[in-house]
């Protein structure tokens, strides 16, 4: 549900939903991101770490209303698939990481609407070993686990909420005309992406900056982009979740695990509070941020005092090419936008 928040604009009084969450989702998936960490330090193997999973968690089971409207199974198989795609990718088309980028998210976008999924994450699944070199295979078994243990959750607040289960996005129901499976619009929205993916990588790649296309990043730019999307309209504070999230992962890094030594599981679930921490200060849950705070946990020490320098650029540089392709009144500041939203309602 969203609560209502009164705002003044020239003098007169209207209101703005702002998204709510569920507290009680909170603990379990700082929880669930710590025992991640625990479990990797444990057993020596940093393959295992998946960062975006604390996008799932908050998607899934923080955010009251799910940016993915898609079925519990969904979380489990669009994910799985990806970081399986991903680890083939990385051991059967090793080339440059230009192609093995835009290769990975050509598959997982066929995937995804193969599956009919909106699980936007698993971009990030597939794209994750290509960016640390990993080809592992406790990759996509983490992956199984982990998201598997997201969809029951999901499934469980779902009950537990009473919520009805409508029928996900992109199917139907009796009585309902199904929409083309090559939906022009679609094709060429996603074509659009990929064009934009493929123009940013390049100049990433090109200047040695790998980080400016972190996965995380990628999803962001999705979900930007996204017609209609609740996070097209105000994209300029995403922008600042995603800059804020690279800070501060790299602080608490460097202070709790470098500095004083303390376990990476505690850095990483301090950073993931610290995060929706943010998300309640600026009232916008967005999920990618979540995950942009974690990856410096898996990237060489010796590379991420540039980290969050790479973030900022290259998450500038998609949010505005999303802004140039797709249009967008969201990239306005705050007294701007409510300007606008204020005379479409009178």
Known sequence: MDVPRAIVLNGYHRTEKVPTVRLKGVLPAILLVAAMFAVAEHIGQK?????????LALGAWVMEKPPWESPPLHFWLSPTLAALTGILIVRFFAYSPFFMITAAFSLVSLQLKWARSSVLPS?????????????SWYYPLSVCALSGAIAVGHRVMKLNDSEIISA????????EKKPSALDRRQSVHWIKLLAGISLVTAVATGFDLLYAVAPPLIVAFVEVSKP???VRKKAWKALILL???????????????????????????????????FYHALRTPFP???????LPTILPEQGIH???????????????????CFGGSGFAWARGAAAQAYRKET
């Open 47 to 55: 393959e295992i770490i998946f960062p975006e999973i604390a996008a």
């Open 123 to 135: 971009l990030s699944a597939a794209i994750l070993p290509i960016i640390t070199h990993s080809n």
């Open 168 to 175: 996900p996005a992109n199917t139907t129901v009796a009585g």
């Open 228 to 230: 209609g999307g609740a």
């Open 243 to 277: 800059v804020l999230a690279a800070f501060s992962g790299v602080l608490w890094l460097r202070l709790i695990h470098y500095s004083l030594h303390l376990p990476i599981w505690f850095s990483a679930g301090i950073s993931t509070a610290t995060v929706f921490l």
């Open 288 to 294: 990618p941020a979540a995950a942009i705070a974690l």
């Open 306 to 324: 540039t980290y969050p320098w790479q973030v900022l650029a290259g998450s500038t540089a998609l949010f505005m090419l999303s802004r140039a």
